[in-house]
C-alpha cells in the first residue's frame, strides 16, 4: 500500500478550499492508501478525527508562532520517513520542510498552487497596492521579497505543481516553472443547496427583502467597501434591497465603520463567517450573487452560488474568466467599476429572463466542475 502525507493549513472543523479538499481526498482514499493528513488546528484532539479512514495530525495554532512553525516542520521531517510522497496544500508552511526534507529521504513532493502567498501578505500588510498580475512585474524587496523567492524555489524543486486554473497555470510559469511541471486540476464542488423556498430562507435568517449575497474572506482585493459604497444607488433602483456580506478577516472593522458612517445598518448585513450548511440557507434566501473581486485563482464560490441556482455577477479576473461565459451564466465586469456594477445589478434585476438563462446555465456549467472528477485527476497526477 502507497503512503501518503498531505501537509495542509486548516482541516475541519476549519472552512476554506484546503480543509474541503483533503478531507474529500481522505474520505476517497483513506481505505486505499496509507494517508496521513498534518494540519495546523485551534483544538488539539477532536473526536470525529477517530472516525475517519486516514490519521489526522494536529499541531496547535496557539502556540507561539516560531514554535508551532518548527514543530509542524519537524512533524513533516518525521512523517516523510514513512511515507512514499508528500502532497503540499500550504506552499510556505508545508513545503519549506517538504524541499528540505527531499534531499535527506529521496521523497518526491508535489505542491497545489492556489494563489501568490507572496503577494497576498505584501496585500494585508500595506506593502503595495498593485493587483497580482501588475505585482508580478513588480520589483520585490525584504521580507515580501523572500517570501516570493522561497515560494518559487519551492516549485521549482517540487516534482510536480498541480493549480486548480489556467490562469494560475500561467501564474507559476512566470516564476520560471516549466510548464510541462505544471498540471491543471479543476476545483471541485461538492455543495447540497437548501430545499427552502425564498421566503422561508429570509424568514430563517432574519433577513427581510431583496437580498444581495457577497461571501469570503474580508480581505482588501475582494472588493466588499465597492459594494457598500454603491448600496444608495442600488436602494434608489430597489429600496427593498439589502446587502448580506458573510465571511470574516481584517477588514471587518473598517467595512462595519462603513455601514454605520453611512446610516446602512438596516440595509447591510455584516453576518460573519458561516458554515456550508447555513450558506446553502443564505443563498436560497438570495436573488443575486456577487463578487466584485480583484483576484480569484478559482473560486469554489462562484460554482456553490450557480449549484443553488442563484444568478452570478462578478469580474473579469483570474479564472473566474473559466467558469463564467459572460451573458450566459453571468455577467463579468472590471473590478470595482462602480458604475458597470450597478448597471449590471440593474439588469439582471430588471430582466426575469436573463435571471432564468443565469440559473439554468449556471447549474449546467457547474455540473463540469465536480468532486469525483477533481479527485481522479489528483490522483492520476500523483501516481497514486
Known amino acids: 500500500m502507497k503512503k501518503l502525507l498531505i501537509t495542509t493549513g486548516i482541516f475541519p472543523p476549519d472552512i476554506g478550499g484546503p480543509a474541503s479538499f483533503s478531507m474529500a481526498l481522505g474520505q476517497r482514499m483513506g481505505t486505499k492508501l496509507g494517508l496521513t493528513v498534518l494540519t495546523y488546528s485551534s483544538t488539539l484532539k477532536i473526536k470525529s478525527d477517530k472516525h475517519l479512514p486516514f490519521k489526522v495530525m494536529r499541531v496547535w495554532r496557539k502556540w507561539p508562532w516560531f514554535l508551532r512553525h518548527l514543530i509542524y516542520s519537524f512533524k513533516v521531517f518525521g512523517q516523510m520517513a514513512k511515507h512514499d510522497q508528500v502532497f503540499v496544500l500550504n506552499i510556505l508552511n508545508g513545503g519549506l520542510p517538504a524541499m528540505i526534507g527531499k534531499s535527506f529521504f529521496k521523497k518526491k513532493y508535489t505542491v497545489r498552487v492556489v494563489g501568490d502567498r507572496a503577494w497576498e501578505a505584501a496585500i494585508n500588510k500595506g506593502k503595495t497596492f498593485f493587483m497580482i498580475d501588475d505585482w508580478q512585474k513588480s520589483r520585490k524587496k525584504g521580507w515580501i521579497g523572500f517570501l516570493f523567492k522561497l515560494q518559487r524555489k519551492i516549485c521549482l524543486k517540487a516534482d510536480q505543481i498541480i493549480v486548480p486554473s489556467n490562469y494560475l497555470s500561467r501564474i507559476v510559469q512566470g516564476w520560471g516553472v516549466p510548464e510541462n511541471k505544471i498540471k491543471v486540476v479543476y476545483n471541485g464542488v461538492d455543495f447540497s443547496p437548501s430545499?427552502?423556498?425564498?421566503?422561508?430562507?429570509?424568514?430563517?435568517?432574519?433577513?427581510?427583502?431583496?437580498?444581495?449575497?457577497?461571501?469570503?474572506?474580508?480581505?482588501?482585493?475582494?472588493?466588499?467597501?465597492?459594494?457598500?459604497?454603491?448600496?444608495?444607488?442600488?436602494?434608489?433602483?430597489?429600496?427593498?434591497?439589502?446587502?448580506?456580506?458573510?465571511?470574516?478577516?481584517?477588514?471587518?472593522?473598517?467595512?462595519?465603520?462603513?455601514?454605520?458612517?453611512?446610516?446602512?445598518?438596516?440595509?447591510?448585513?455584516?453576518?460573519?463567517?458561516?458554515?456550508?450548511?447555513?450558506?446553502?440557507?443564505?443563498?436560497?434566501?438570495?436573488?443575486?450573487?456577487?463578487?466584485?473581486?480583484?483576484?480569484?485563482?478559482?473560486?469554489?464560490?462562484?460554482?456553490?452560488?450557480?449549484?443553488?441556482?442563484?444568478?452570478?455577477?462578478?469580474?473579469?479576473?483570474?479564472?473566474?474568466?473559466?467558469?463564467i461565459h459572460q451573458g450566459e451564466n453571468g455577467f463579468m465586469i472590471k473590478y470595482n467599476d462602480e458604475f458597470n456594477l450597478v448597471e449590471a445589478i440593474r439588469t439582471v434585476w430588471q430582466t426575469p429572463e436573463l435571471q432564468q438563462r443565469f440559473i439554468t446555465e449556471g447549474k449546467q456549467a457547474a455540473e463540469y466542475f465536480n468532486v469525483d472528477k477533481m479527485i481522479e485527476e489528483t490522483i492520476r497526477t500523483l501516481s497514486l
Open 195 to 323: 430545499d427552502l423556498g425564498r421566503e422561508e430562507a429570509r424568514k430563517k435568517i432574519g433577513i427581510p427583502g431583496n437580498i444581495l449575497l457577497s461571501t469570503g474572506r474580508l480581505v482588501a482585493w475582494k472588493g466588499f467597501r465597492m459594494l457598500i459604497k454603491v448600496m444608495p444607488q442600488l436602494l434608489r433602483i430597489n429600496q427593498f434591497f439589502r446587502l448580506v456580506i458573510a465571511g470574516d478577516g481584517p477588514e471587518f472593522k473598517v467595512l462595519r465603520a462603513m455601514v454605520k458612517n453611512m446610516g446602512l445598518d438596516k440595509k447591510v448585513y455584516l453576518v460573519g463567517k458561516k458554515s456550508h450548511a447555513e450558506l446553502a440557507t443564505y443563498l436560497a434566501a438570495s436573488e443575486m450573487y456577487i463578487l466584485n473581486t480583484g483576484y480569484e485563482g478559482f473560486s469554489h464560490q462562484l460554482l456553490e452560488a450557480m449549484v443553488a441556482g442563484v444568478p452570478v455577477i462578478t469580474t473579469a479576473v483570474g479564472g473566474n474568466r473559466e467558469i
